[in-house]
């Protein structure tokens, strides 16, 4: 998927969570914009530990993302 496509989800005003999707089957959930970075090659995306605070972060390969998919935010606080 192209870094563009990447950074007009991030850049979406207002924004809509997503879940990034990797061709190795993993997921990614981005809940804030401010919890990802994309460059033309990479996306930074910081994961949360349970209380929703950062604690690592995951290096994910444009080349290797498959979809960006809607979260289902109906009933969040």
Do not use: C, W
């Not at 061709?23 to 460059?39: F, K, Q, W």
Request: net charge negative; aromatic share 6%; proline share 8%.
């Amino acid at each position: 998927m192209s870094f563009e496509t990447i950074r007009l989800r991030l850049n979406a005003r207002p924004f809509q969570p997503f879940r990034i999707v990797t061709s190795s089957g993993e997921s990614y959930e981005v809940r804030h914009p401010e919890m990802a970075i994309v460059t033309k090659t990479e996306i930074v995306v910081a994961l949360p530990d349970a209380d929703g605070i950062p604690t690592r972060l995951q290096l994910v390969a444009t080349l290797h993302v498959t979809a960006l998919e809607p979260l289902n935010t109906a009933g969040a606080a």
